[in-house]
């Protein structure tokens, strides 16, 4: 199984569980794509783009269910990022943890 990590607000979490799918936080949408972050890019990720915020939920996606909607990207520093073309099923997501709040 290979597994990646989106960062995301509790929010948009109960939303996910609520729809039974992920089509993206804006940021996603105004990309065209789901940024995903492989299990060493989760801290920088967290770092750039959270950094001071709280209520916080890593949830953990197998991309093997998720097919050729998973393109590998370059993206930061020329890393590869999966990056998904569509919506995210709620059975994609093999775990779901929140972030603790670093203050």
Not at 55 to 66: F, N, P, S
């Amino acid at each position: 199984m290979t597994k990646a990590y989106k960062i995301l607000t509790a929010g948009q979490w109960a939303a996910w569980q609520d729809r039974g799918e992920f089509a993206g936080a804006p940021i996603d949408i105004e990309d065209g794509y789901i940024h995903l972050s492989a299990a060493e890019q989760v801290a920088e990720t967290h770092a750039k783009h959270f950094e001071g915020l709280h209520d916080l939920v890593l949830a953990e996606v197998d991309l093997d269910q998720l097919g050729d909607a998973v393109v590998w990207e370059p993206s930061r520093g020329g890393q590869l990022f999966p990056h998904v073309y569509g919506t995210i099923p709620l059975n994609a997501v093999m775990d779901a943890r929140v972030i603790p709040d670093a203050d």
